[in-house]
């Protein structure tokens, strides 16, 4: 995963170039001319220490965090770890 620059915008705001805009087209973000159409924003919410996401809404509705595949990927590895480490060991009746 390539770092990012992170870079202050005005006296309070702080923002990140993305040198590539693939994914963004990907996505369905850009327009058909590969530009963000006006007033295009994205929903930033801190997680926990040094860990945030950010969601673009489509038709004006932000991603439930359930519906992330990310998020999704995540809960099920802790869950899977979490059934592993508290199971009984077989054939220990």
Same mark, same amino acid.
């Given at each position: 995963?390539?770092?990012?620059?992170?870079?202050?915008?005005? @006296?309070?705001?702080?923002?990140?170039?993305?040198?590539?805009?693939?994914? /963004?087209?990907?996505?369905?973000?850009?327009?058909?001319?590969?530009?963000?159409?006006?007033? @295009? @924003?994205?929903? @930033?919410?801190?997680?926990?220490?040094?860990?945030?996401?950010?969601?673009?809404?489509?038709?004006?509705?932000?991603?439930?965090?359930?519906?992330?595949?990310?998020?999704?990927?995540?809960?099920?590895?802790?869950? /899977?770890?979490?059934?592993?480490?508290?199971?009984?060991? /077989?054939?220990?009746?």
């Amino acid at each position: 995963m390539p770092h990012r620059q992170l870079r202050k915008i005005g @006296t309070d705001s702080v923002g990140i170039v993305l040198e590539r805009s693939d994914f /963004l087209e990907r996505d369905g973000i850009l327009d058909d001319e590969g530009d963000l159409p006006e007033n @295009t @924003t994205a929903f @930033t919410e801190r997680l926990g220490e040094r860990t945030y996401l950010v969601r673009v809404p489509e038709d004006g509705d932000v991603p439930e965090l359930h519906e992330c595949a990310p998020i999704r990927r995540v809960a099920g590895q802790l869950f /899977l770890e979490n059934e592993v480490s508290s199971s009984k060991p /077989l054939g220990a009746d």
